[in-house]
C-alpha cells in the first residue's frame, strides 16, 4: 500500500523557518517528479514547489526565493525548507508524487 507521510509542520513567528518531510512507502518514487502543493482555508489548492527526476526545480512565485525543495530517492523521501515564512504560508501542506498525495501537515505563521 501507497503511503505519503509529511511531518515538520507546526507554529512559527513570520520570518521563522521550518522545515518539511515526505516519507513515501509502498512503492519507489525515483522515478518521479515530487511535489509539494498547500490550501488555505477558504481557498483552492496551489503549487508550491516541485523537484523532477533530475533535480530541477520549480516553484511558485510567491515563495521563490524563500523555499527550496529537494529529495533523497535512498530514502524515497522528499523535503521542503521554508524560510522566511511570511503570514500568508499559513497552510496544510501537502506531498503529492504521481497520482498519491499524503494527508498534510499544518503549517501556521503567527506573530
Known amino acids: 500500500q501507497v503511503q505519503l507521510v509529511e511531518s515538520g509542520g507546526g507554529l512559527v513567528r513570520p520570518g521563522g523557518s521550518l522545515r518539511l518531510s515526505c516519507a513515501a512507502s509502498?512503492?519507489?518514487?525515483?522515478?518521479?517528479?515530487m511535489a509539494w502543493f498547500r490550501q488555505a482555508p477558504g481557498k483552492e489548492r496551489e503549487f508550491v514547489a516541485r523537484?523532477?527526476?533530475?533535480?530541477?526545480?520549480y516553484y511558485a512565485d510567491s515563495v521563490k526565493g524563500r523555499f527550496t525543495i529537494s529529495r533523497d530517492n535512498a530514502k524515497n523521501a522528499v523535503y521542503l525548507q521554508m524560510n522566511s515564512l511570511k503570514l500568508e504560508d499559513t497552510a496544510v501542506y501537502y506531498c503529492?508524487?504521481?497520482?498519491?498525495r499524503g494527508r498534510g501537515t499544518q503549517v501556521t505563521v503567527s506573530s
Open positions: 503529492v508524487v504521481s497520482s498519491y
Open positions: 509502498g512503492r519507489t518514487f525515483s522515478m518521479y517528479s
Open positions: 523537484v523532477t527526476t533530475s533535480d530541477t526545480t
